[in-house]
């Protein structure tokens, strides 16, 4: 699999180049939307998350609800900024959810966050915010460029054994993906976001280092379209 080629492209210098790859491809990175320090802050503050106390850690739904900082996080002006243009209008926010994938975690199955969400195509898109360096080897994203233009697509059941420390739905089924796309392994450093169409093919690899490979996860949804809340998230209209 080969890594990411983004061509250096950025919503902040050229946002009208930046949207058009991202309608091609799917997804988008942009570097340096979060410091180091804000970084390591949001890792400090999982510390005290529910999912950190009881050493499950199990990646924690909806940290907000506990901890302003990730509400803070994803009302962050240059992100919002680049998510209007993503869905096409006023964004308004669907979930958090943080990621601690310790050494030996197993990958999210592949997958369309939209089987989730259940909302109108090109409405909806994530920010996967990578709060240490990611690659392949450290439970880095798989991604299938061009994936997403096919809609919602089938999937199949899996039959595994769970992993106490991923997400109770990373692995219950697997989209089906067409043979005409290729996965890439996409490396996302330390302080970049990984934008996510809903319709984009994706998951993680296990992270076989010994480093925790900390990640947050955000949700948006363009105002006023519907979505399903689900039971595990309960997703609800969060304003920007």
């Not at 180091?36 to 503050?45: D, G, H, K, L, S």
């Not at 739904?61 to 962050?76: C, D, E, F, S, W």
């Not at 360096?133 to 997403?148: M, Q, R, V, W």
């Not at 199949?156 to 290729?182: C, F, G, M």
Request: glycine content about 6%; aromatic content about 10%; proline content about 6%.
């Amino acid at each position: 699999m080969l890594k990411n080629k983004t061509d250096n492209l950025s919503f902040l210098t050229n946002p009208n180049e930046a949207l058009v790859a991202y309608h091609e491809l799917g997804f988008h990175i942009e570097e340096n939307l979060f410091t180091p320090e804000e970084c390591e802050q949001f890792i400090r503050v999982a510390a005290n998350l529910d999912s950190a106390k009881n050493q499950t850690y199990r990646p924690q739904m909806m940290p907000h609800h506990t901890n302003n900082i990730y509400l803070a996080a994803m009302r962050k002006p240059a992100l919002v900024t680049i998510m209007n243009q993503l869905v096409d209008g006023k964004a308004v926010g669907l979930q958090t959810e943080f990621f601690y994938c310790k050494p030996g975690t197993r990958g999210f199955s592949l997958h369309q966050d939209n089987f989730f969400v259940q909302a109108p195509y090109g409405v909806f898109a994530s920010a996967w915010v990578a709060l240490t360096d990611t690659y392949a080897e450290k439970g880095g994203l798989i991604a299938y460029p061009g994936s997403h233009k096919e809609g919602l697509l089938p999937v199949r059941k899996l039959d595994l054994v769970k992993d106490s420390a991923q997400d109770p739905n990373a692995n219950n089924e697997e989209t089906i993906v067409p043979e005409k796309y290729q996965p890439i392994n996409a490396v996302v450093p330390k302080g970049a976001v990984f934008f996510i169409h809903g319709h984009l093919i994706h998951g993680s690899n296990p992270n076989t280092t010994q480093e925790w490979r900390y990640v947050l996860l955000n949700t948006y949804i363009r105002q006023g379209e519907s979505f399903r809340p689900g039971n595990y998230a309960q997703r609800e209209e969060i304003e920007l």
